[in-house]
Every structure is written in C-alpha cells, then in structure tokens.
C-alpha cells in the first residue's frame, strides 16, 4: 500500500490521479490532498477519499472547507506553508507534484528534504530551478518520477538503458491547435480558440503552453534535469497524432519509442505505481485505426516561445527562471484578454532582457528573479494594445 500526497488534486492531473487511486484501492491510499480556491470539490474529494488532512492553501476558503467537513475525521489546513509541512509526514510514502507553475517548487523541494519519492507533472519546478533540484533529490537518494507524458515515455524506453548510452532525446510534440499557422493568422486568435487542443485535454494555461510551443520548450529543459543531458542532446520533432509519446536513441543509433492513445491517467497510473506495470482498462490503441503518423520540423519563426526556450536553457543560471515567471504572467493575461498571442512572446523576450543574469543561483536568488520577472512582465502587459481598450 502506498500512500499518496496528492498536491493539486482539484487540478486536472490532480482528478485523473483520483481516478487512478479510485481503481486500485488494494494499491494506493490517500493521505493528503491540496487545492488553491477550489474548496467545493476539495470538499467532495475529502468525503470521497478521506485523507488525514487537507489543504486549501487560499486562506479565505478555509472556513467553508473545515465547517463543510467537521464531521468526518480530515484535518483541516491552509496557507502554502502547510504544503510544506505536510509533505514531511511520516505517514506519506509519495508525493504527487500536479501544482501550477512555480507554486508547485517549495513543496517539491520539501518533500525530497524528507526523503520522499516524487512522482512531478509540475515541469515548471526543473525549469525554474532543475540544478538544486536534482542535486538534492541525489543527495537525499530520492527518485523523481515524470508524470509530463513525454518524460514518462523516455523514461520508460530508459528501462533496462544507462543513462551514458544516450545519444538523443526526440521529445515529439503535437503542434497545438495552430500547427501550420502563420503570423498573420495569430494575431488575432483568442483564448477561447487557443484552449481547443486538438488532443489532449488538460488545464488552462499548459494549454495555451501547447498552442504558443512554450510547453515543448519547458519540456525541454525539464528533460535536460531529469535524464541528466547536454542541451543539445534533445530534439524536438512534431507529430500531429500523439501516438508516439518520445523517443530515445542511443549511441548505436538504435531508437526506442514509447506509444499509446493520448491519455494522461497512463504516465500518472505509471509513475504513481512504479517500480511496477500494473493493469487497466483504458482504451487501446490500434494500427489499423490509424494509418498514418507523421513527422514535421517545429516551426521556431512563428512560434517564437520554442526558440525563447533554447535560448533561456543555453543561458543558463536564472535565466529559465525569468523565462517561467514572465511565462505565467502573459498566459494569465492573454487568458484574461489582456494580452495577444504573439505579444507573449516578444514580452518574454523583453522580461528576459531587463532581470539580471545571475550564473550560480541559490534558492534564495530564484524566488528574487522569479518576483522581478513577475513585475517586469506585468508592466509589459499593461503596456498591451488589448490593455489599453
Ligand atoms: P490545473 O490548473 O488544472 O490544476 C492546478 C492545480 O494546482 C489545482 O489543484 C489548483 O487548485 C492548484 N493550484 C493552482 N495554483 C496554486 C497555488 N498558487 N498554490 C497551491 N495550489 C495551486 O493544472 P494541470 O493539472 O493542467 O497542471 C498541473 C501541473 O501539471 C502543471 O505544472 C502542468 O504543466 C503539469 N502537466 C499537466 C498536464 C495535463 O494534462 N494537465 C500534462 C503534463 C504536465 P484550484 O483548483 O483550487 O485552483
Ligand atoms: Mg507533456
């Protein structure tokens, strides 16, 4: 029986590990869950699942979470700083990281200081800070677990593999709901419209991260941390399907791939059960019903966020740190209609520009250029012509 921290529950990696859990009772026990705001389903979640505690960490919440469940044995608690706290109990064995952006690296790194395993969808805590989080995840001999479905797929083919065999990653990528889209197109797309993913259907700002490409470019340094690799040992190549998840190809030019129907309840069923393959019934996938999967170059001009990305990663030091922070920023805006989709990318460039560059980070110095970012960024978005009217 492991038992399970799930950080971000009410999120969409978040229910779909509730769904995982819900499927093998004799596997998996809840422990702890934890949402931002979203206290009624945190709510139901507690009466379905009864875990030792909860947390909602927005503090106006906590009293319609703790009265709604006075009546069944949860603890009931608020502020970030219980996430920090709770990952530590003894009673947890795992800690599921599917927080958003870079709310979710405190946490992390709490939970590797007390030696737990780590199962991260969380990308943006490797972005912002994948040197001190591998380093201490070493140090404490904890493993960190993908659960982003391209890191589980490589991981998977790395099975059996050491890690000095690989010549390259190819981390394939769906194109989003713009692929083959110019500049002219771009301009005036909408949120509404930059939420339809054509595959897969996650929460709202990874998506706009697959339309933009920004999220192959996280994925990216997220790869580098994880699978301990040089920059330029990892590929980028669109495949509009999602079949193939990524691939690895090793010093004989042998590659490995790792396939399946797009569904995230596969790597997070993976990593939350591993070092075991276990059973399910999800659906299948068949070569007869789809005959073709095809490769393509990214198309770095247009979709500048992927070329920001290898520049922030070849930097170095705090710079995919600033290149989150402003990230997070002008999602939310264009989100909110305050922001246009190809002005991200040229806000990020100028956030990028204006936080000085800082080699050697301490943590310390990335929540310091995380929240200059987040200020630089918001003034470029205010300065947004969508602002303005
Ligand atoms: P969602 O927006 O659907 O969910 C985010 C979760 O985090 C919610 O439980 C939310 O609570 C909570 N949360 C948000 N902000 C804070 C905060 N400041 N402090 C504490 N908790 C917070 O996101 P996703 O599930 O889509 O993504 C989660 C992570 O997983 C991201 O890092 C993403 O990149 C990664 N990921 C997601 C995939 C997907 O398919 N969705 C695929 C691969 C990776 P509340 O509901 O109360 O707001
Ligand atoms: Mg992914």
């Known amino acids: 029986m492991k038992r399970l921290a799930i950080l971000g529950s009410t ?38 699942f009864t875990p030792n505690a909860v947390v909602i960490t927005d503090e106006s919440k906590y009293e319609t979470v703790r009265s709604a469940i006075k009546d069944i044995p949860v603890k009931v608690f608020t502020g970030a700083s219980a996430l920090n706290d709770l990952v530590q109990w003894d009673t947890v064995d795992m800690v599921l990281g599917a927080i958003l952006g870079f709310a979710g690296l405190s946490s992390i790194l709490s939970a590797i200081d007390a030696g737990k395993q780590i199962a991260l969808a969380n990308k943006e805590t490797l972005v912002v800070a994948g040197e001190l989080v591998m380093q201490r995840a070493t140090q404490k001999k904890v493993h960190i677990i993908p659960v982003d479905s391209e890191h589980s797929a490589i991981f998977q083919c790395l099975v059996g593999e050491n890690l000095d065999k690989i010549e390259k990653i190819i981390l394939t990528a769906s194109g989003g709901p713009f692929l083959g889209r110019k500049q002219n197109f771009l301009v005036n797309v909408k949120a509404s419209h930059a939420l339809q993913h054509p595959n897969w259907n996650m929460g ?175 003034e470029f978005v205010k300065k947004s012509q969508l602002s303005i009217y």
């Open 11 to 48: 999120g969409s990696i978040g229910t779909q590990a509730l769904e995982v859990v819900a499927a093998h009772p004799e596997l998996f026990e809840v422990e702890v869950l934890t949402a931002h705001s979203n206290a009624d389903l945190l709510i139901k979640q507690a009466r379905r």
């Open 204 to 378: 709202a700002k990874i998506s706009i991260d697959s339309a933009t490409l920004m999220n192959k470019g996280l994925e990216i340094i997220e790869a580098k941390w994880l699978f301990g690799l040089e920059n330029n040992q990892v590929e980028v190549v669109i495949h509009p399907q999602s079949i193939i998840h990524s691939m690895v190809q090793f010093v004989d030019g042998s590659i490995k791939a790792q396939m399946g129907v797009p569904d995230m309840k596969l790597p997070i069923q993976y990593a939350l059960a591993f070092p075991h393959r276990i059973n399910n019934n999800f659906k299948r996938f068949s070569f007869k019903e789809v005959s073709k999967l095809s490769f393509e170059e990214p198309d770095m001009k247009t979709f500048r966020n992927l070329a920001l990305a290898r520049e922030a990663l070849n930097l170095g030091g705090n710079a995919p740190c600033i290149l989150n922070a402003a990230n997070e920023v002008v999602v939310h805006a264009f989100l909110q209609n305050k922001a246009g989709f190809l002005e991200m990318s040229d806000m990020i460039e100028k956030t990028m520009a204006k936080v000085a560059p800082i080699a050697q980070p301490t943590l310390e110095d990335y929540l310091q250029s995380d929240r200059e970012a987040r200020i630089y960024a918001a």
